[in-house]
T-cell receptor, first 112, second 115 residues
Framework: KQEVTQIPAALSVPEGENLVLNCSFT??????LQWFRQDPGKGLTSLLL?????REQTSGRLNASLDKSSGRSTLYIAASQPGDSATYLC???????????FGSGTKLNVKP | KAGVTQTPRYLIKTRGQQVTLSCSPI?????VSWYQQTPGQGLQFLFE???????NKGNFPGRFSGRQFSNSRSEMNVSTLELGDSALYLC??????????????FGPGTRLTVL
């Protein structure tokens, strides 16, 4: 069974810092990996999707990388802003099922 | 392009009642998945519907059921509600065409409170 772990569970940084969120998974037979953000009491907003054949994806200040062989993905946020404060979730989709395995998330607080 | 919509946004029920939640996917998306989110268990997969058929199912009791209509809209039903069913229920939709960029898009969720 796929297990997804996110480290750290919480992170507090001053505005302007660059930061890295980590996601690890146990089964490398994945179809894709998706990063989401969730604001309190809200749904999930898709940030980046990386197909299993890709190594990284970029969108604005966000960059996500994928290393299937080691079972790791990182989300890099450049020049963090208070509006980036949210919980960031990593989700892994197995090769043969349309079903996500989610990590427990990293709660990010960016201080002005 | 409209996103995934879920109705109602909030529900309060009592134990033993049943509830139906609705999800309208993004136009053209063929797959709808349902997830339960609780503080203790995080996000857990309930089931996925594709072309009106349940294609995948998570480890939830039979009280949780769903269906998908020909226009891809989906409903989820929970019978004999228990206190532990209080959660945020999220649905997600995706295209699901071979070779497509099958990104999942989530709705805002339905907050169910069971008293």
């Amino acid at each position: 069974k796929q297990e997804v772990t996110q480290i750290p569970a919480a992170l507090s940084v001053p505005e302007g810092e660059n930061l890295v969120l980590n996601c690890s998974f146990t089964d490398s037979a994945i179809y894709n990996l998706q990063w989401f953000r969730q604001d309190p009491g809200k749904g999930l907003t898709s940030l980046l999707l990386i197909q299993s054949s890709q190594r990284e994806q970029t969108s604005g200040r966000l960059n996500a990388s994928l290393d299937k062989s080691s079972g790791r993905s990182t989300l890099y946020i450049a020049a963090s802003q208070p509006g980036d404060s949210a919980t960031y979730l990593c989700a892994v989709r197995p090769r043969n099922f349309n079903k996500f395995y989610f990590g427990s998330g990293t709660k990010l607080n960016v201080k002005p | 392009k409209a996103g995934v919509t879920q109705t109602p946004r909030y529900l309060i029920k009592t134990r033993g009642q049943q509830v139906t939640l609705s999800c309208s996917p993004i136009s053209g998306h063929r797959s709808v998945s349902w997830y339960q989110q609780t503080p203790g268990q995080g996000l857990q997969f309930l089931f996925e519907y594709f072309s009106e058929t349940q294609r995948n199912k998570g480890n939830f009791p039979g009280r949780f059921s769903g269906r998908q209509f020909s226009n891809s809209r989906s409903e989820m039903n929970v019978s004999t509600l228990e206190l532990g069913d209080s959660a945020l229920y999220l649905c997600a939709s995706s295209l699901e065409y071979a070779g497509a960029y099958n990104e999942q898009f989530f709705g805002p969720g339905t907050r169910l409170t069971v008293l």
